[in-house]
């Protein structure tokens, strides 16, 4: 998923949420629909939402430092966390609320009684083009695989956050022209807080779906299966020096940067300078293979055909323990 992609497609969303926050504030006011008072809110909450997506891809292009020798990449994911908690707590908290607030309280729209409908007419045009705008996007990146499968599995979280608050706003105004329209019909208001409750609940379900996924990221995922297998053929496509992996992990260190870190078996009576150029070899082959594993760490070793993997990686651990500890006391 290009970065590019998601800002066109953020830039489009804050457009449509500004301009859509403004006109459903100004039906509140004039009718006191809780509906519309939820959807105002909503949309204040999806333009802020933006605006963090695009200070969040901002500070991830920062340059590695010593102290964050891996770069600010994931501050992408942090902010798109907090998109989801400010989508619950904001957006749906709000309208959960201000629906029951509404039922306990009904009252008949008296005055301006078209104005809800032409804003939700006009809210759901103006929705429509954000969500078109987001799905041109996404199609240029997730190839043959479904919406879903492009959520849950993409790397990048601008996007799928932008997917996900568009179709709950899509469905939002849905939600509100049933309450609304019902409450014209009938002039029982009740049916204005219903339709607020819907749109709560549907916030919640999406701002806890959001966090889900979006907590996946920050704890570090690893390639996919089918990058794994390109990295894996790229290293040991090379029979001549490398024989196998002995054991491999890779990490998403942000959206656009893989790490690949891996043990290989080389021969017992290799030179240093061979085996140093068949590191150097996999490497170009791994960055041809799949463009975002740009920190790559080859160590090469001797294999003994009696080990395991798991043994192998056992003989890591207390290296790694060792370093921890010095991390720690440093």
Do not use: C
């Amino acid at each position: 998923m290009s970065t590019e992609g998601g800002g066109k497609a953020i830039i489009a969303a804050l457009i449509a949420n500004l301009g859509i926050a403004l006109t459903k504030l100004v039906a509140w006011l004039l009718t006191g629909s809780s509906s519309m008072l939820a959807e105002s809110i909503h949309s204040l909450a999806d333009s802020g939402n933006q605006l963090l997506l695009l200070l969040g891809g901002r500070r991830a292009k920062k340059p590695a430092t010593p102290e964050h020798p891996f770069g600010y990449g994931r501050e992408r994911y942090i902010y798109a966390f907090i998109v989801s908690i400010v989508l619950f707590s904001v957006g749906g908290l709000f309208a959960l609320y201000e629906g029951y607030h509404k039922i306990k309280e009904p009252e008949a729209f008296h005055s301006w009684q078209w104005v809800p409908i032409a804003v939700l007419l006009v809210a759901i045009a103006l929705e429509g083009y954000s969500f078109t705008t987001a799905m041109r996007e996404t199609n240029k990146s997730r190839g043959s695989s479904s919406l879903i499968t492009f959520i849950r599995r993409a790397k990048a979280p601008e996007l799928p956050v932008v997917l996900l608050e568009d179709t709950a706003a899509l469905l939002g105004l849905v939600f509100a022209l049933f309450g609304v329209g019902l409450t014209l019909a009938t002039g029982n208001g009740i049916w204005d807080g219903v339709g607020t409750i819907m749109i709560g609940v549907l916030l919640v379900a999406v701002a806890i779906f959001l966090a889900i996924e979006t907590q996946s990221l920050l704890l570090g995922e690893g390639a996919n299966a089918e990058d794994l297998a390109k990295i894996e053929k790229a290293i040991t496509s090379d029979g001549d020096t490398v024989e196998r992996i002995i054991h491999m992990k890779t990490l998403y260190l942000g959206p656009d940067e893989l790490l690949v870190a891996a043990k290989i078996a080389v021969h017992h009576d290799d030179t240093a300078g061979k085996v140093a150029d068949a590191i150097d070899a996999a490497e170009t082959r791994i960055r041809s293979a799949v463009p975002v594993a740009r920190v790559i760490y080859l160590e090469p070793d001797i294999y003994h055909a009696g080990k395991t993997k798991s043994e192998s990686a056992e003989e890591a651990a207390p290296a790694a323990e060792e370093g921890a500890t010095h991390g720690a006391a440093h």
